[in-house]
């Protein structure tokens, strides 16, 4: 499913678990072979994307996208060091 708010459409991402080596975690690349198996993986299950998360259940990134999250008046990422 989709989703729309103030005439954005959203897309249904699907949770991959991340593998626990990332050798520059603070540089966002399509190019990991971890964010390509996960996009796949997505794809597999009906999902547009997905939302890589950690070992210890934190969000790090999209698989091929950025994440943000409006908290009140405040866009907040996960952190550079995740």
């Given at each position: 499913?989709?989703?729309?708010?103030r005439?954005?459409?959203?897309?249904?991402?699907?949770?991959?678990?991340?593998?626990?080596?990332?050798?520059?975690?603070?540089?966002?690349?399509?190019?990991?072979?971890?964010?390509?198996?996960?996009?796949?993986?997505?794809?597999?299950?009906?999902c547009?994307?997905?939302?890589?998360?950690?070992?210890?259940?934190?969000?790090?990134?999209?698989?091929?996208?950025?994440?943000?999250?409006?908290?009140?008046?405040?866009?907040?990422?996960?952190?550079?060091?995740?």
């Amino acid at each position: 499913p989709t989703l729309r708010h103030r005439g954005v459409q959203g897309i249904h991402a699907c949770r991959a678990q991340s593998d626990t080596y990332r050798p520059l975690p603070t540089v966002k690349s399509i190019g990991y072979l971890g964010s390509v198996l996960a996009r796949l993986a997505a794809r597999e299950k009906g999902c547009h994307g997905a939302i890589i998360v950690s070992p210890d259940e934190l969000v790090l990134e999209g698989a091929n996208s950025t994440i943000l999250a409006r908290l009140g008046n405040v866009l907040v990422t996960p952190p550079l060091d995740g």
